[in-house]
């Protein structure tokens, strides 16, 4: 299948592809070459000779200013033709006056990172004489997925071959874990504690020994370029890998720098405080959750790991982290922290505590293939509240309804279990149906619908009208008094105007209302310190309302508020809401004429829509003139 045609069927699925870039598209004669032999360049002590054999009958001479490389290495190769990113043109040329036939390329030449410093040394079962961008996978396709912020599923690899094996009706397969487990076991060594299971509903830990850390073979740090991510070393670079293959963070502590090897997951204490990994100094407050020792704060849980316990060139001993975070309590965190990374945004998304197993023994089996460590039998699993995936009924019949289709129900749920929906208690008109863990997003029957016109195809849904029953709307009595009134105002040559019913004792200050106006009633959560109480009166609204038309030059206004007013009724019962109207009149009555001089807007104008108002209430009028 080729890439476009993969590209068309994730967007039917409502995955939408961004962008499709094809790495080596600008490279072309590049080899891999292996370097026969390295001399001193007689006139540049800067530069060497090389003679490096690309399969051809001659090897190519190529001077090289680069010095990490040796005899027996193996390179890419440009020849004299090549072209590399950017358009670079290989040509030949005299350097100090030997000549030079080509180019042994660093990494960065090929676009497969920022290091230029020396040339890319490649694995020495490299074939001679290889298409390079073959070897190094720069003939791939990469797919770039804007992923919405409620599929956090879809951030991963598994995640979109789940969404692919469902639309062509075949079995995902994932990498298979094969683990050699020996020596102590890990409950032996460390444990692990959940002291706020709100906000850690599980934790999982593994133990390694022996670990060497190092730099990470090509095939790994390819990968990682490809995903835009810059290769750190072996350790690091597996768990970045494992996220980008499960969507799930991991973290690895230095083992021997945690005091007493033990894990507790807790919030921080009063003045604690930490150094992540990225250098800076954070004070912590007691509602955020930190992974600790058995003496101090080692990571802000979900955002970042701390200096101290860093895995360094010099560990042996790592532990391996991989949990379950409650989103908002990582979101609160990375906001007042102002630390967004790769692992608090997978958080807030909504991680999968099932799949927190699987990426943990994935990359304990790749930090055992490519860092020679031994794992110790078990896991330490701590998970104090199991998730419950909750039971969602599906009516056939209302799929149908809503989708304008004629789907039978033994198609639906083929379609939800293809998906990873557990199935239950089938009749012929509906079933239960259990989301999978990694769906956390999936609460009521609106979403199975959804998920079943995704696999159906929107492209097949038919485009028909749905059927619409008449019906009146009815209305309260003193909703239908109050929406007559409004079109009595409106016929009258007022113009209705709708506030927010927030406001703030500033605003009644400013509107120099009575004290009485400041008794209002607070929110626990305003919008902003200007939206931090419900209003008392219509004043404040409808004098902004004039000074935002008098800014910008609208100096005639005839207007109206009909909307409720907010009273605290004490001993934290609700307040008192009563409906208020206030009408406002600015400038000329009239637009201006030639014929005749604006008459302002006085007392008698409002005291006649008064009159109108009351009238309608059929009540006797007593007007009084007061100056605010």
Avoid at 148 to 171: K, S
Avoid at 342 to 352: I, K, N, T, V, W
Avoid at 536 to 564: K, Q, T, W, Y
Wanted: net charge negative; aromatic share 6%; proline share 7%.
């Amino acid at each position: 299948m080729d890439a476009m045609t993969l590209a068309e069927h994730l967007t039917m699925l409502g995955l939408e592809i961004e962008a499709i870039e094809r790495p080596g598209a600008e490279i072309s004669e590049v080899y891999i070459g292996q370097i026969l032999s390295i001399e001193p360049h007689p006139d540049a002590d800067k530069l060497v000779v090389c003679h490096t054999d690309i399969g051809r009958e001659d090897p190519l001479q190529i001077i090289c200013g680069a010095t990490n490389m040796k005899v027996g290495d193996k390179v890419p190769t440009a020849v004299v033709g090549a072209t590399l990113p950017g358009g670079f043109a290989i040509t030949r040329r005299k350097m100090r006056g030997i000549e030079s036939f080509g180019m042994m390329c660093s990494p960065k030449e090929l676009g497969l990172g920022e290091d230029h410093q020396g040339l890319m040394i490649l694995d020495p079962e490299t074939p001679v004489g290889a298409d390079a961008k073959t070897a190094l996978g720069l003939d791939d396709v990469i797919l770039e997925i804007e992923v919405t912020p409620n599929r956090g599923d879809w951030d991963c690899m598994i995640g979109v071959a789940r969404e692919l094996a469902a639309f062509y009706n075949t079995p995902c397969r994932i990498p298979v874990l094969r683990l050699d487990e020996t020596g102590e076991a890990a409950t032996a060594l460390s444990s692990v504690t959940i002291e706020d299971p709100e906000k850690c509903p599980r934790y999982i830990g593994r133990v390694l020994d022996g670990v060497r850390v190092g730099p990470s073979p090509d095939w790994l740090c390819r990968r990682l370029i490809a995903a835009g991510q810059r290769p750190i070393n072996n350790i690091v670079d597996i768990t970045n890998y494992v996220l980008l293959e499960t969507g799930h963070p991991l973290h690895a502590f230095d083992y021997d720098k945690l005091a007493e090897n033990r894990i507790v997951v807790r919030c921080a204490r009063p003045g604690e405080s930490i150094t992540t990994l990225d250098g800076a100094a954070r004070k912590l407050t007691p509602d955020m959750l930190v992974i600790a020792d058995a003496k101090a704060p080692q990571a802000v849980a979900g955002v970042m790991g701390g200096a101290d316990s860093e895995v360094g060139e010099g560990a042996s001993r790592i532990f391996l982290e991989s949990a379950y975070f409650n989103p908002v309590s990582i979101r609160r965190t990375s906001r007042a922290l102002g630390l967004i990374t790769e692992a608090s945004q997978h958080f807030q998304r909504g991680a999968d505590p099932e799949m927190a197993v699987y990426a943990i023994n994935r990359a304990a089996m790749l930090i055992q293939e490519l860092a020679g460590a031994r794992i110790a039998p078990g896991l330490l699993d701590a998970y104090p509240k199991p998730y419950v995936a909750p039971t969602i009924p599906l009516r056939y019949s209302r799929t149908n309804a809503l989708l304008g289709t004629d789907i039978d129900g033994d198609t639906q749920r083929n379609m939800l279990q293809r998906l990873g929906f557990g199935i239950n208690n089938i009749t012929d008109g509906s079933c239960d149906c259990t989301a999978p863990t990694w769906r956390p997003d999936v609460e009521q029957e609106a979403d199975l619908i959804e998920e079943i016109a995704r696999l159906h195809g929107y492209d097949k849904i038919p485009v028909t009208l749905p059927q619409v029953r008449q019906s009146e709307m009815a209305f309260a009595p003193h909703e239908s008094k109050l929406r007559k009134l409004r079109r009595l105002l409106v016929d009258i040559g007022l113009t209705e105007l709708v506030n927010w019913t927030f406001s703030s004792k500033e605003n009644v200050q400013r509107a120099k209302l009575s004290a009485e106006y400041l008794d209002m009633v607070a929110l626990q959560n305003p919008l902003s310190e200007n939206h931090a109480t419900m209003r008392s009166s219509l004043i404040p609204g409808l004098l902004a309302n004039a000074a935002f038309n008098l800014n910008h030059g609208v100096d005639r206004m005839a207007a109206f508020e009909l909307g409720p007013v907010y009273k605290p009724f004490g001993n934290n019962d609700l307040p008192d809401e009563r409906v208020c109207m206030g009408v406002i009149l600015i400038g000329p009555r009239e637009e201006p004429h030639w014929s005749k001089s604006p008459q302002p807007y006085d007392f008698y104008d409002l005291k006649g829509f008064a009159e109108a108002i009351l009238d309608f209430f059929d009540e006797a009028l007593n007007l009084y003139e007061k100056d605010l």
